[in-house]
């Protein structure tokens, strides 16, 4: 399937790849298709694409990559409405909040996306505990790296 996407222009994608939100998500409640894109493997940043418009990408980022200690304490029914039964079967992202300066982009640890990696469906989830909004998380990055 071909896609115009906001950031790597036409692209094709596998159909098997779409990720489905039956709920969209916040803020983006009419938008149910999308597809993570990443310009290189080893790059942790990637980019959720929606596939009904070509201007709606959100950044984002698996976030064990920066923060393995992150547990969030998911809702058995919100995990059992994704069909997930098991901590294989689905992957967490963060929204990334980029700001001119690098240094104060900040993630949503507050609300992960989960997305089923076996039926590809997907929801951002609100947590229950004192996870941050607006967690600057560039320090993290720069630790690995030193």
Same mark, same amino acid.
């Given at each position: 399937?071909?896609? &115009? ?9 596998? =159909?098997?790849?779409?990720? $489905?939100? *039956? ?9 149910? !298709?999308?597809?993570?894109? !990443? +310009?290189? =493997? ?9 596939? *009904? *418009?070509?201007? %709606?990408? %959100?950044?984002?980022? &698996? ?9 969030? &304490?998911?809702? &058995? %029914?919100?995990?059992?409405?994704? +069909?997930?039964?098991?901590? =294989? ?10 700001? !001119? $300066? ?16 076996? $039926?590809?469906?997907? +929801? ?23």
């Amino acid at each position: 399937m071909n896609l &115009d996407t906001k950031y790597f222009g036409k692209i094709e994608i596998d =159909e098997k790849n779409i990720i $489905n939100f *039956d709920k969209g998500l916040p803020g983006f409640t009419d938008y149910k !298709q999308f597809v993570i894109l !990443q +310009e290189a =493997e080893q790059n942790i940043f990637m980019w959720l694409q929606s596939i *009904d *418009d070509t201007n %709606l990408a %959100l950044a984002i980022l &698996d976030v064990f990559c920066i923060l393995p200690e992150y547990n969030p &304490d998911f809702d &058995d %029914l919100e995990l059992k409405n994704l +069909e997930i039964f098991s901590e =294989e079967e689905f992957s967490v992202y963060v929204v990334i909040n980029v700001s !001119q $300066n690098i240094e104060e982009s900040t993630i949503n640890l507050k609300a992960p996306i989960v997305i089923n990696k076996n $039926n590809k469906k997907g +929801e951002q989830l609100i947590l229950n505990n004192n996870y941050e909004i607006k967690y600057k998380f560039i320090k993290h990055i720069k630790n690995e790296n030193s």
